[in-house]
């Protein structure tokens, strides 16, 4: 539903959809030097340039990507696990900071009876870990996954589920995203973006598509008209 003010700039969404790494969590500051180390217990080197190409995509295209860079006998898999077990020892340690506020949003929306659903590449099986650990996975109407769709972002596949979870049109959503290929997923899904910029640097075309952009996720409620004290 649009909201009636004669404030343009203001769109009251019957629901909205966030990404998780790199816009709920600071995941990938804590995950990207992680691809080194797997990388090299079977002979590959994996620079950051080449971490920065699998940011936000699904595993099913990080292992054409480098399979498409290093060969077809590239072990996408036992990489991959490597790299999991990493992560996962990482954050047993030093837990998964949130992005500022995430917490102070998610109170907005709760409030508002706005409700909010995940659309992440990640698995299901880490996507709940994370919620879980933040304390936030009962705010959530709906959690949707990679695991759950075909195509990856940024095919428009995972925001669509998302809204139809949601019980909305895509036309009524907003989504959150710090990726390019999230961006590119929402514009293709027909759902408004707003981009939140973590390590990357979105080229001007998918900037182009981009409803609105903000410094973090404490500046999405004014967007939408609700109470920012």
Same mark, same amino acid.
């Given at each position: ?37 797997? $990388?090299?217990?079977? $002979? ?11 940011? /936000? ?52 929306? @709760? ?23 933040? /304390?936030? *996975? ?6 949707? @996954? ?20 949601? $019980?909305?049109?895509?036309?009524? @959503? ?7 290929? /999230? ?12 981009? *939140? ?16 952009? @903000? ?9 939408? /008209?609700?109470?920012?004290?």
């Amino acid at each position: 539903m649009i909201d009636n003010s004669l404030n343009k700039n203001i769109f009251r969404p019957s629901a909205v959809i966030f990404d998780m790494d790199g816009l709920m969590f600071d995941t990938e500051n804590l995950t990207i030097p992680i691809w080194e180390p797997a $990388g090299e217990l079977y $002979g590959y080197k994996i620079t950051r340039d080449i971490v920065m190409q699998l940011i /936000g995509i699904s595993n099913k295209r990080s292992r054409e990507i480098l399979q498409g860079i290093f060969g077809a006998d590239f072990p996408y898999e036992k990489v991959h696990a490597e790299f999991r077990r990493l992560v996962t020892k990482k954050i047993e340690e030093n837990g998964v900071p949130k992005k500022p506020g995430l917490d102070f949003l998610l109170n907005k929306l @709760c409030a508002a009876k706005i409700p909010f659903g995940l659309a992440t590449s990640s698995s299901t099986a880490t996507a709940t870990k994370n919620l879980e650990n933040a /304390g936030v *996975i009962e705010k959530f109407s709906a959690i949707t @996954c990679g695991d759950e769709v075909e195509n990856g972002k940024p095919a428009p596949d995972i925001f669509l589920l998302a809204a139809k979870k949601l $019980g909305f049109p895509s036309s009524e @959503c907003v989504g959150l995203e710090d990726s390019p290929a /999230g961006l590119r997923g929402l514009h293709s899904a027909g759902i408004k973006s707003i981009f *939140i910029k973590d390590v990357i640097d979105p080229p001007n075309e998918v900037l182009d598509t981009v409803w609105r952009r @903000c410094n973090d996720l404490s500046e999405v409620a004014a967007l939408f /008209g609700l109470d920012t004290h």
